[in-house]
């Protein structure tokens, strides 16, 4: 169902933006250790501190964005699901079972929440997959400070925030889900490799 495609985008970003912003905080306090335990030699390691103000500025507000716009949109549409499961006498213990209720397709769907979810996940809907992979990659770049060598460890977790939402999901996850999948993939492939025209430059 169309609705179901929408909800799920979020659930598979959310979880896949989540498990990236806590690898690059693990990331960020390994750096430090290692610098801390270095005695010997010298070792040149790019300086944050050399970095353009502006730049970090526009990496800061991009994340504080895109996790502010993801939270209004899953509260919205938690707030249409639970509506749909009250009047069907269902009830959500965790967000996983919402999940689950929609995978398991055995609901019905007002008209207006229809046409909504099938707006959001058109070509050039808010959770189709060109916007939604964009987002994704942005926010993994946005994480990253911009530096395609750390493109494999955002990528790595991407693919956990994945299947994550698989598990939630219960089952093998839409087809919207894997062509955002492929999308994504794609997009890192091509940051990582330099082969794109950078949007994030200050």
């Given amino acids: 169902m169309s609705s179901v495609g ?6 598979y970003y959310s979880k896949a933006a989540d498990t990236a912003a806590k690898t690059s905080g693990k990331e960020t306090t390994n750096e430090a250790e290692k610098s801390a335990n270095k005695s010997e ?5 790019r300086d944050s501190s050399t970095k353009n103000t502006n730049y970090v500025k526009k990496n800061s507000a991009l994340i504080k964005q895109l996790q502010a716009d993801t939270d209004a949109r899953l509260s919205q ?4 699901v639970e509506q749909m499961m009250s009047k069907q006498g269902s009830a959500i213990g965790k967000a996983d079972s919402m999940w689950r209720f929609l995978a398991d397709g055995n609901f019905t769907v007002s008209a207006d929440v229809k046409a909504q979810a099938q707006k959001d996940i058109a070509d050039d809907g808010y959770w189709g997959v060109e916007q939604t992979s964009d987002r994704i990659v942005d926010f993994a770049k946005a994480l990253s400070g911009g530096d395609s060598a750390k493109a494999d460890k955002m990528i790595a977790a991407f693919q956990k925030g994945f299947e994550q939402a698989t598990k939630s999901w219960g089952k093998k996850l839409p087809d ?3 062509r955002t999948y492929d999308a994504v993939m794609k997009k890192f492939d091509a940051w990582k490799n330099g082969t794109e025209t950078s949007e994030m430059e200050s």
């Fill in 77 to 80: 549409m938690r707030s249409i």
């Fill in 176 to 178: 919207i889900s894997q």
């Fill in 41 to 45: 030699g010298v070792v040149y390691e």
């Fill in 6 to 11: 929408a909800v799920n985008q979020t659930s």
